[in-house]
């Protein structure tokens, strides 16, 4: 088909909308960034800086990581409430400049970072990366010649190589003399470290994204692709392999890019249902959403022989969608081929990419199999598009993009009451919204109703069998039901990493550990760079008694996402589990996973093992003073109560946490620290409420 109207021009005004250096800033500091921005401006020079601050919601994905990915210079603005705040968009700004400035070259200068208070650099939460560089005050934003004429030098194609690793030259312009350079090699004590307030297991549900829904960055918002330390042999990729990247926005409408991660999604999950195709999980693919794809090391990377790349451009109901599939052992396009088609036969292109993929692959199908790859879920085009846009917020680990999720795939169930993967979809959000910052309890009635309705609308819908089993064993503890609607999950898609990681999760929440592992293991060999897989590879190896392969997937995990952080820092707890008291405490000080404004209830663990009850006890009562504005696990306000001799305490908390259909209760029977209450009548009469639906050939 001829192009249509509008869609090249698309692609030079996303291209004049590239900033040369980008501002990141905190709410409370948008004055003094303002300062800075129109001096910046007032000197020719371009900026970045958006008054009305177009962070979260869907201008997040197109608008901000494409202004960090395109800038020449990154300026984060630290100050006193940058420092007092663990969370918000600034901090994924933040982490989003780092991994972009580990791909850069060594001798390129790209973090800017200025202080605008009396913040000292020992105060300060930063990266550690920002530590590297050269900072600069500038006190509530106003700017000095010297610092315009900086950045103007740093923006200049005849610059200085490396202008700000190290110490600068004395005349190097805009240097403040009195600002003293933090040493290169100094590993900051008061690095920050989101600790998300999530619940594991309900989180790495999200990852179930071989077949519809998924979770990426939970974001947990941005991992980094890591560059394995021996990455695969190319000549030992299998051949019958693939990897399903993101596939880039090109429409004027940043706001599109939703459409992009939708479609890649939905042919990634036709893929995977192919017998004799490795297809990488999408946890793993999409890491390499915000990077210049280097096809031979991704490859290498996920051991895949081929990478599925495209971009998607949209105007009004017309798109054109561009995809080529690359052979990772030399770099080389084995095939390609543009589409322009109605935003309406969405299902049917994705059908007719995934099956030209597959015969580009020469995949052979049974006569068993079905021609058609792709599912039609609805045939209401607008149903569709609003369980699009509802899927992408779903990823997102803030309440308001969940609960906006819930509002869209609502809408779109009302456009189409039996589009069953919109059912699942809302039965997969009550997941992260239950535990994470609702009581589970209270939304198990809707979140169950939702998934029993995709499931008998779809009985071949694997994910939907797959938050049911979830829900039965969590929450309603119905072990024999969870296990008939898991093994249907399993009969559908085995080769899924996330149906191997729910039959792992399943195991661990029937108390057997080697099986748990096992799954595990499998789900790690389709998804390597999913970070939950290893981090839930701790809990099997605790369970075990394992401590060097609890502290191996602790520090894996933090080589896939070194931001990673689920209650606690995973090495934290590896360290807490075995009985590693001072390397717990002295890691939560480097790591900043522990101070006392972090809700770190595994270092509170610590510190009552190493005597100093008091620090223990001060974060347990701002664990329990949050409680009593938000939800808060129970479980994990049990363990600071059993670390600290407090029986009745851990008693009363557990009770509560069962209450709350907690999902953390789930896995007390293998944490250390609830073996003091083993032979207490209370807890003992709590299991076997617990546990009354195990039969005994379940039991371990």
């Not at 970072?113 to 006190?139: M, N, Y």
């Not at 690095?191 to 994204?209: M, Q, T």
């Not at 249902?273 to 959403?289: M, W």
Request: aromatic share 8%.
């Amino acid at each position: 088909m001829p192009n249509e109207p509008g869609l090249d021009g698309d692609l030079s005004a996303a291209a004049s909308r590239q900033r040369a250096v980008f501002l990141s800033y905190t709410s409370e500091d948008s004055e003094a960034a303002g300062r800075i921005c129109e001096s910046l401006r007032a000197a020719g020079i371009e900026a970045w800086f958006d008054q009305s601050e177009l962070r979260g919601g869907d201008a997040w994905d197109a608008a901000i990581r494409q202004q960090i990915k395109d800038c020449t210079l990154f300026v984060p603005v630290i100050s006193g409430n940058s420092r007092a705040r663990a969370e918000g968009y600034f901090r994924l700004e933040w982490k989003l400049a780092v991994d972009r400035s580990h791909l850069m070259a060594a001798d390129r200068a790209f973090l800017v970072p200025v202080v605008i208070d009396g913040t000292t650099d020992s105060e300060a939460r930063v990266p550690d990366k920002f530590r590297e560089v050269q900072w600069t005050r500038l006190p509530s934003g106003e700017t000095t010649p010297a610092f315009v004429e900086r950045v103007r030098h740093l923006l200049s194609a005849d610059g200085p190589g490396s202008p700000v690793r190290g110490q600068p030259p004395a005349s190097a312009p805009g240097i403040d003399p009195a600002y003293k350079q933090p040493s290169a090699n100094w590993r900051a004590s008061s690095l920050w470290r989101p600790v998300l307030v999530i619940a594991a297991v309900a989180v790495a549900v999200g990852y179930f994204a071989v077949n519809e829904l998924v979770l990426s960055h939970r974001e947990v918002v941005g991992a980094k692709p890591v560059i394995a330390a021996n990455p695969n042999d190319p000549r030992t990729l299998p051949d019958k392999s693939v990897a399903v990247l993101p596939f880039v926005n090109l429409s004027a409408d940043s706001n599109d890019t939703y459409l992009g991660d939708g479609i890649s999604g939905e042919i990634l999950s036709a893929l995977s249902k192919l017998p004799n195709l490795k297809v990488i999980g999408r946890a793993s693919s999409f890491q390499f959403r915000d990077h210049d794809v280097d096809a031979v090391k991704v490859g290498r990377l996920l051991n895949v022989r081929s990478l599925l790349t495209g971009t998607v451009q949209r105007s009004g109901d017309k798109l054109r969608i561009s995809v080529e599939l690359i052979d990772t052992s030399n770099g080389v396009q084995s095939w390609s081929e543009h589409y322009d088609r109605a935003f309406g036969n969405l299902f049917a292109l994705e059908d007719d990419i995934s099956s030209a993929v597959r015969t580009a692959l020469a995949v052979k199908l049974s006569t068993a199999e079905s021609r058609s790859l792709v599912h039609v879920g609805t045939d209401n085009p607008h149903a569709h598009d609003l369980y699009l846009r509802a899927k992408e917020l779903s990823y997102r680990s803030d309440e308001s993009s969940l609960n906006q999720a819930v509002t869209l795939f609502n809408q779109a169930i009302a456009e189409d009451p039996n589009y069953a993967a919109a059912w699942a979809g809302l039965a997969y959000t009550y997941l992260f919204l239950a535990d994470a910052y609702r009581a589970p309890v209270e939304l198990l009635p809707v979140m169950k109703a939702a998934a029993e309705k995709g499931v008998a609308l779809d009985p071949e819908l694997a994910e939907a069998h797959a938050y049911m089993s979830f829900i039965l064993i969590t929450y309603q503890r119905d072990f024999a039901l969870a296990e008939r609607e898991l093994e249907k999950a399993v009969a559908l898609n085995p080769r899924s990493a996330d149906v191997q990681f729910f039959v792992g999760i399943e195991s661990i929440m029937k108390k057997q550990a080697a099986p748990a592992q096992s799954a595990f293991q499998m789900a790690e060999k389709i998804d390597p760079l999913n970070p939950f897989v290893p981090f839930v590879e701790i809990w099997a190896a605790v369970a075990l008694g394992d401590s060097a392969t609890a502290l191996k997937k602790a520090k894996q995990t933090l080589e896939i996402d070194p931001a990673f952080s689920y209650f606690t820092d995973p090495l934290v707890y590896a360290y807490g589990s075995f009985d590693r008291w001072q390397d717990c405490v002295a890691r939560s000080k480097v790591e900043q996973a522990g101070t006392e404004g972090d809700l770190n209830y595994k270092v509170a663990v610590c510190y009552a093992h190493l005597g100093d009850k008091e620090h223990a006890r001060r974060i347990l009562r701002q664990i329990e003073a949050a409680a009593q504005t938000r939800y808060v696990d129970h479980a994990i306000i049990a363990e600071i109560y059993a670390a600290l001799g407090e029986k009745d305490g851990a008693i009363t908390a557990l009770e509560q946490a069962y209450v709350d259909r907690s999902q953390p209760l789930m896995v007390v029977w293998l944490v250390p620290e609830f073996k003091a209450l083993h032979d207490d009548k209370r807890y003992r009469a709590l299991m076997e409420r617990m546990y009354a639906g195990l039969t005994p050939t379940d039991a371990p």
